[in-house]
């Protein structure tokens, strides 16, 4: 595997749901995001991790729960998830250093 | 909270024709970033620039970053079916020790054969 990769690619879950979003990084870099892709939005910032440090925090709500166990992975827990929260959710990585950041395919996620 | 304006929204246009996009900020960057996604893919970096008044290329892309820092466009030159896609802007800040990108809303490019 090369580059970023996410699981799954799609995911429909019900409001009172747990499930988690898994982004697994093959660059050798040390900083991973994730995003929020929306309709007719910019992409929104949502969480960074920086040498497996959470450094931000974008007002995110608590039902979204990030977890950088190590520098090459990254997950999104998620729970009781609301109906506005569908959306394709991108994950990205970088040197710590670096401005240049690569995504990976995203996950599309549909809370029904 | 900083929003990136970037025009046009969407483009149609026959194959073999030139693209030209832009985006403007209220603010700053010290870098920008032009991506392109295909339909149900993440982001691809295209071209990186990093010094105002910097000229890129990249194949049949070129990419300047304005000397004010505030801006940036993207020209596409010969289209061809494979460029059709949303490509998006990205000013970066670094901000609380974190790398941050900014993107703006994206232009979406058809093309007619």
């Known amino acids: 595997e090369t580059g970023v990769t996410q699981t799954p690619r799609h995911l429909v879950m019900g409001m009172t749901n747990k499930k988690s979003l898994k982004c697994e990084q093959h660059l050798g870099h040390n900083a991973m995001y994730w995003y929020k892709q929306s309709a007719k939005k910019p992409l929104e910032l949502m969480f960074v991790?920086?040498?497996?440090?959470?450094?931000e925090n974008n007002s995110v709500p608590s039902r979204f729960s990030p977890e950088c166990p190590n520098s090459s992975h990254l997950f999104l827990h998620l729970h009781t998830l609301q109906p506005e929260d569908s959306a394709l959710y991108l994950c990205?990585?970088?040197?710590?250093?670096?401005?240049?950041?690569?995504f990976g395919p995203g996950t599309r996620l549909t809370v029904t | 909270g900083q929003q990136l304006n970037q025009s046009p929204q969407s483009m149609f246009i026959q194959e073999g024709e030139d693209v030209s996009m832009n985006c403007t900020s209220s603010?700053?960057?010290?870098?920008w970033l032009w991506y392109k996604q295909d339909p149900g893919e993440g982001p691809v970096l295209l071209i990186a620039?990093?010094?105002?008044?910097e000229l890129t290329s990249n194949g049949r892309l070129t990419a300047q970053f304005g000397i004010t820092r505030k801006d940036s466009f993207l020209n596409i030159s010969a289209s061809i079916p494979s460029d059709v896609g949303i490509y998006f802007c990205?000013?970066?800040?670094?901000?609380?020790?974190?790398?941050?990108?900014?993107f703006g809303q994206g232009t979406r490019l058809t093309i007619n054969p």
């Open positions: 991790y920086s040498l497996e440090e959470r450094v």
């Open positions: 990205a990585s970088s040197q710590e250093s670096s401005r240049e950041q690569y």
């Open positions: 603010s700053i960057f010290n870098t």
């Open positions: 990205a000013g970066h800040r670094l901000l609380q020790g974190a790398q941050k990108l900014v």
């Open positions: 620039l990093y010094k105002a008044g």
